[in-house]
């Protein structure tokens, strides 16, 4: 089932640290054997490359590290390319089974990417795999955390403070400019077409 693979790949626990590709370019097809066994053949993720790259190119923009004040650090980088992924997450959730696979393989090749910038700085199979769960649980609690700030009722202000600045000190107008670029985002989303978002168009 599509959404058990997206669930497995929320909670997969191997991860690279150095994340995200927001510091490097999304790699070719890593050779991951491990990997492999677990999502299957790498084929099936090259549909979703566009839209990942447009996540990652989102998550790059200056504004958010100028304007926002998001540390403009590796570690800053990876927040913002989880909290765009998680929005777009969001968004093909609630296509429901029509984007549930898509869903799965974006996960899928966001974990790819981060096994991959791990293994570009050097870190050994058993670390990576540890890092690599650890970021997979950071995406996994910014997608619940979101989607109760969204979608729940819950304090979506709260959910950025803590999961993009991790809970250090930020200015009022800081913490206003990021979420309240990612509610527009979220919005905006809300009113693409399934298509072209996963040939990569972000509005």
Known sequence: MPARRLRA?????NIRPELNGASTRPLPE?????LA??????RDRLALRPLY??????ARDPSWYREGGV?????GRFEMVTAVLALVLLRLEADGDAAADAAALLAETFVEDMDGTLRELGIGDVVVGRKVGKLMGALGGRLGAFRDGLRG????????????????????AALACVAGGLRTLDARLGE?????LLEGKLP
Do not use: I
């Not at 790259?53 to 989102?58: G, I, K, Q």
């Not at 009722?153 to 009022?172: I, L, Q, T």
């Open 9 to 13: 790949a929320v909670a997969l626990p």
């Open 30 to 34: 890593p050779p991951l054997s491990f």
């Open 37 to 42: 066994r677990f999502f299957g053949p790498p």
């Open 53 to 58: 790259t447009a996540v990652v190119a989102r």
């Open 71 to 75: 540390p403009d650090t590796l570690d």
């Open 153 to 172: 009722g819950g304090d979506f202000d709260a959910a950025v403070a803590r999961n993009v600045f991790r809970g250090a000190p930020a200015s009022g």
């Open 192 to 196: 693409a077409e399934l298509a072209n």
